[in-house]
């Protein structure tokens, strides 16, 4: 097999790899955070930081996400194979608006879980619980609070924007979409 092929395999493998979680991708989580609101963007940052500090390493496993995007997470246990994770299509999911975040953990062998029972830290809390309430305290609503769907990996700040008022154009200073808007009226 020539060396290029090879090389293209391997590179493939460790994407693979990567993609589920059982390697980091360090370039993949960075660029989870790009289309966010800057203070969204900051406070998540700064989320990751302070439950470092306690032991605990978050991952933002999902954070803007286009309507397109959306739609086929929708789709997922609908039309598609898999389990419903979302009730929201594209435009009504605060993602959409760079508004919003997923998170998971990483494990000590560097495995990311959803496991909201795990006390990794040995705090005597659930590290996920310690994550939730750091990000209360920055004025993240928590999607585990909610009646109709819990979405448990699910933190956003709204600005106290309805998505009614983002669907018709109405956004948060700062927010990419907005400053867009206003490059296009100069």
Not at 59 to 88: C, H, K, M, W
Not at 98 to 116: N, Y
Request: aromatic fraction near 12%; proline fraction near 3%; avoid cysteine.
């Amino acid at each position: 097999m020539p060396l290029a092929i090879f090389l293209l395999l391997l590179l493939a493998a460790w994407k693979a790899l990567a993609f589920f979680g059982f390697v980091p991708d360090e370039t993949r989580e960075d660029a989870r955070l790009v289309g966010l609101h800057p203070e969204v963007r900051a406070k998540a940052d700064t989320l990751i930081r302070q439950a470092a500090d306690k032991g605990i390493e978050v991952v933002i496993t999902s954070g803007f996400r286009s309507a397109e995007e959306q739609d086929r997470l929708y789709r997922q246990g609908r039309e598609d194979p898999g389990n419903i994770v979302t009730n929201a299509r594209g435009g009504q999911s605060y993602h959409n608006y760079g508004l919003a975040v997923d998170f998971a953990l990483r494990d000590e062998a560097g495995k990311i879980v959803w496991d909201m029972e795990r006390d990794g830290n040995g705090s005597g809390r659930s590290d996920w619980m310690e994550v939730v309430d750091l990000a209360k305290a920055f004025g993240f609503e928590w999607g585990g609070d909610w009646s109709n769907f819990r979405d448990y990996p699910h933190l956003q700040m709204d600005f106290g924007y309805t998505l009614r008022q983002l669907q018709n154009g109405k956004y948060p200073k700062g927010s990419i979409i907005e400053e867009a808007q206003e490059q296009q009226r100069d």
